[in-house]
């Protein structure tokens, strides 16, 4: 809500933002219209004009496509762009909620439904484009990179990217550095420092 206040505020502008939403229809326990006035969560984005699109998150492709559309949105045009994901949460809020207790109707629906992926994998095995044991070999793949990569990172460091260019001569104080000269006296600073809190 911030970033839609302040998009196009002088000197704020960055060019617009793609926001994505991944609505799960619930605020925390409470269902959406009992945690807000307007029709979709997404209507905040009114307030600039922002163009909303609304996807169905159960299916993965249109997913990629609402998201592209909106990133050729925003490179067109440099202007926000709302990619609204409808879709549900399986397990509840967070790890300390129950979902079947605080919306147990709902949550009814949702434990008979497929998961996404399961619904995307009896799309694409149905239709001819992948075999199950295909799909199978891609996801185990696709584990054991993952668990690689999970490994790998206890170990990384990630280089210093931000001291490069006209930053190329700086470097980070050491941690026995605890004083620094910076070049203006002392007493100036001290005196601006108390001039910056005094009461006019």
Not at 82 to 92: A, H, K, N, S
Not at 108 to 113: E, G, M, P
Not at 161 to 184: C, F, K, P, V
Request: proline share 5%.
């Amino acid at each position: 809500m911030e970033s839609l206040g302040l998009a196009y505020l002088p000197h704020f502008d960055v060019g617009g933002t793609v926001h994505l939403i991944t609505n799960n229809q619930l605020g925390f326990t409470a269902e959406g219209d009992h945690g807000r006035s307007s029709l979709h969560c997404s209507d905040v984005a009114k307030v600039i004009g922002c163009p909303v699109i609304h996807v169905n998150g159960d299916h993965p492709e249109e997913v990629v496509l609402a998201s592209r559309i909106a990133m050729d949105y925003w490179l067109k045009f440099r202007r926000d762009v709302l990619v609204d994901m409808v879709c549900f949460r399986r397990w509840g809020h967070n790890e300390g909620d129950d979902p079947t207790f605080t919306q147990p109707l709902i949550y009814k629906t949702v434990s008979n439904r497929q998961s996404v992926p399961d619904l995307y994998t009896d799309g694409l095995t149905s239709s001819g484009a992948a075999s199950k044991e295909m799909l199978s070999s891609a996801v185990s793949d696709y584990t054991k990179e993952l668990n690689r990569c999970e490994k790998e990172i206890e170990h990384f460091s990630p280089p210093a990217a931000h001291l490069r260019g006209n930053w190329s001569g700086m470097r980070w104080a050491t941690e026995q550095i605890t004083e620094w000269d910076t070049g203006y006296p002392m007493d100036m600073l001290k005196y601006v420092g108390l001039k910056s809190v005094e009461v006019p």
